[in-house]
């Protein structure tokens, strides 16, 4: 209790805080965008649920994570090389994680271009349940590996790690629902997100192998891509209110 209330006295973990705060929530992007495209995909009535408990399986894989911080900071540790290059458990997660998630994206994409005919005329629920929540805990789980290394980058405090933890999953759960309802409404902003799905899993691979990808870059160039999208989609507006006087 004395070692939290330093804490809370004390200027800097509150700057840290804020700062792991943002970072999380930024982090926590790319685990949504995946939640929401994959739980469309769901009955109607089963997606608001199925969302709740894949952000659910977020906060606590990333809590116990937190809570063995000894082991994940020797996940880092090489285990073996090849070729010269070492690879450590959190190398072959992210490049693990990076596949899984071109696969996927790929996938969707593939199916937005050329639809299965037998498939057209169902509202929703071309993947199960179970499959959903499987698919969105894989991701959790690559997501939160990386989320909780970046925090111990930031700060040695753990309850200062499990604040921010909390607040950014709070936000996520909060966002879950409108972005996902706005990417149902507007088609073509999932072949966007799925693009974005396909640069973060290249980007999870290229960690994986040692190459340090900037997350500023990464993020300049989604927010680009989005403000893009944002002018095509008020432009179509435009041309609908037109043709509709």
Known sequence: MN??????????????????VVMEVVLGVDNL????ILTNKLPAERQA????????????????L???????????????????????????????????LLWKATKEIHHAVDPDPGETGAKGGSIGFGAAIGQILL??????????????GMTEHVPIMMIAVIAAVTVMLIAADPLSAF???????????????????MTLIAEGFGAHVPK??????????????????????????ARSI
Do not use: C, K
């Open 33 to 36: 965008i995946f939640i929401s």
């Open 139 to 152: 991701l959790d789980l690559v997501f939160s590996i990386d989320s909780i290394i970046t925090a111990i």
């Open 49 to 64: 649920s199925a969302r709740r408990i894949g952000i659910g399986l977020a906060l606590v894989l990333r809590l116990a």
């Open 66 to 100: 937190l809570g063995a911080v000894a082991f994940i900071v020797h996940l880092t540790e090489p285990v073996f090389s090849v070729a010269g290059q070492a690879f450590s458990w959190r190398d072959i997660i992210l490049v693990a994680g990076g596949l899984f």
């Open 216 to 241: 500023g870059y990464i993020y300049t160039a989604m927010a680009f891509s989005a403000a893009v999208e944002g002018l095509n989609m008020m432009a179509r507006r435009r041309r609908r209110a």
């Open 3 to 20: 070692d939290l209330m330093q804490l809370a006295a004390d200027p800097a973990a509150w700057a840290a805080l804020a700062t792991l």
């Open 183 to 201: 990417i149902a409404r507007n088609p073509t902003v999932v072949m966007l997100a799925l693009g974005f799905l396909i640069m973060i899993g």
